[in-house]
């Protein structure tokens, strides 16, 4: 269309069909990601220099004939018996991709993550799908930095939680997040340091308005360095 020119069916699908295809889809789909994002980013100074890389962790879930639901199965059986899932590690700092996987829906999303040791001096920012204890105690272990959505969280311990305005809202040692969170407000981002598996971790609370709910993320990003803003705006980038 754009060099006006007329396409035959055949001939065009032969070219689609060849393995090559995938190569050359790689190469665009690399340059697209340098152009878009290390222009708006600026890696070489702020929020982003500490790091020796930014990585992104996601999974999207691409539907296939019901027939293949034997070998492909779906967790959402009614709507979709069939279905794949394809999980992508973003190298941000470079704007390429590092690794990507095709699993079975079902097949859970942790296992494709990698390896802490591998994310050294990296910041890694993920959905809550990708949140564990055992993992964000070994990625901060291995020297890596993270900014997780986290879930599953009412049971942890608070031992300080302070509003964006200062003031601070624990009254009684150590309450449950179950207990503080109906005290948290809507208006005001709530830091917190709180106790999972016996560690002292940073978690930031942020009302959300499309979910009439707090959502949670945690890092071990120090507040001397990146403030609640910081951390909510570093989160954001994972929906760039």
């Known amino acids: 269309h754009l060099t ?67 070998i492909w199965p779906c967790r959402f059986k009614k709507t979709c018996p069939a279905a794949i899932e394809l999980h992508v590690t973003i190298n941000l700092t470079k704007g390429s991709i590092d690794k990507a996987s095709i699993t079975p829906d079902t097949f859970s999303e942790r296992a494709e993550v990698p390896e802490p040791a591998d994310l050294k001096g990296h910041l890694f920012l993920a959905d809550r799908g990708y949140y564990s204890a055992d993992f964000v105690n070994n990625l901060n272990k291995a020297g890596g930095f993270y900014v997780i959505r986290a879930k599953g969280l009412k049971k942890v311990l608070i031992h300080k939680a302070i509003r964006a305005d200062g003031k601070e809202l624990i009254n009684v040692k150590h309450p449950q997040l179950a207990v503080l969170q109906k005290r948290l407000p809507k208006q005001q981002m709530v830091d917190m340091d709180v106790e999972i598996k016996g560690k002292i971790v940073r978690l930031i609370g942020i009302w959300s308005l499309k979910e009439k709910r707090h959502t949670y993320l945690i890092s071990n990003l120090k507040r001397d360095e990146f403030s609640m803003r910081d951390i909510s705006l570093i989160y954001r980038v994972r929906w760039q």
């Open 4 to 70: 006006k020119q007329t396409v035959k069916y055949k001939p065009f699908h032969n070219q689609l069909a060849k393995s090559a295809l995938a190569l050359l889809m790689r190469e665009v789909t690399e340059r697209v990601f340098s152009h878009w994002i290390n222009d708006v980013l600026k890696y070489n100074k702020d929020t982003f220099s500490k790091f020796k890389q930014v990585s992104i962790q996601d999974g999207s879930t691409v539907a296939v004939k019901s027939s293949l639901k034997d």
